[in-house]
């Protein structure tokens, strides 16, 4: 089947287009389930279409998911849901995922096609900002560790007020990955030769990734898959 590569979700990081069409046209769209592609469509058109997590991202947060068990998870950063659907059709019937987005709008333009994959009894969707959620979370110490994998892709500002508490709620040997760790290729670049608008998203995630280089609670891969993936085992 011919798979056509319209709009792109991120900046993409590779060189060359052509390289990352062929990536989606060769291993990620012929296996992305169908409720993925109607929810990917359904964005299509959203002003901030390119909020959306990355297909090839997804790919292999999918595959990080498997490969952990992760059976509970919490998600920062909602927006329509393709990082969400792809969590719900990739645990376990009986897993549970935590999501959070201030935006419930934006949710609910890919709900009925949640609904429709017969997933949605797995997801509690929380209307907030993430901050007073991890924190009424962890209030009650029955949620310690009890998280088996964590993925952050909201606000870039609050990344490491969200590494301090999900490293709490995410066990030890759980996953931590957070998406647009590398903010379109801007952190390699001099500030003066990056557009206004990326400078403040640019700063914080320097800043973040140097905070998680230099943290010895956790194992870390820095993958240059969609906008950028920093994924972090914990390990004490
Ligand atoms: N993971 C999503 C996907 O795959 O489509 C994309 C998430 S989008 C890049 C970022 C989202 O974070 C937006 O929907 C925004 O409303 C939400 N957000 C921004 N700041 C937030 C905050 N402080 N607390 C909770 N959600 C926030
Ligand atoms: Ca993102």
Redesign the pocket.
């Known amino acids: 089947m011919e798979h056509t590569v319209k709009k792109r979700p991120n900046d993409i990081l590779l060189q060359s287009k052509d390289l990352y069409d062929y990536i989606l046209k060769t291993s990620v769209y012929p296996r992305e389930a169908a409720p993925l592609k109607q929810l990917r469509d359904a964005?299509a058109n959203h002003p901030l279409y390119f909020?959306?997590?990355a297909p090839d991202a997804g790919q292999l947060i999918a595959m990080l998911l498997k490969l952990t068990n992760a059976k509970k998870t919490i998600?920062?950063?909602?927006?329509?849901?393709?990082?969400?659907l792809l969590t719900a059709l990739t645990i376990p019937e009986d897993g549970q995922i935590t999501a959070?987005?201030?935006?419930r709008e934006?949710y609910e333009i890919g709900l009925p096609i949640i609904q429709n994959a017969g997933v949605e009894h797995k997801i509690n969707f929380f209307q907030?900002?993430?901050?007073p959620v991890l924190d009424k979370l962890l209030e009650d110490g029955e949620n310690d560790g009890s998280f088996d994998f964590a993925?952050v892709?909201?606000?870039k500002g609050?990344y490491w007020n969200y590494h301090e508490r999900l490293m709490k709620l995410v066990k030890v040997g759980g996953l931590l990955v957070y998406?647009n760790t590398l903010w379109g290729g801007t952190v390699a670049l001099p500030e003066e030769a990056v557009l206004e608008s990326k400078r403040v998203g640019r700063e914080f995630t320097i800043q973040f990734n140097k905070l998680i280089s230099e943290d010895p609670r956790i194992e870390v891969s820095h993958a240059s898959v969609g906008d950028g993936i920093t994924s972090c085992r914990r390990i004490s």
Do not use: K
């Not at 998600?75 to 969400?84: D, K, N, P, Q, R």
């Not at 907030?128 to 901050?131: F, G, N, Q, R, V």
């Open positions: 964005t909020f959306g997590t998600e920062i950063g909602v927006y329509t849901g393709y990082s969400l959070i987005d201030v935006n934006t907030s900002e993430a901050l993925f892709d909201a606000d609050n998406d």
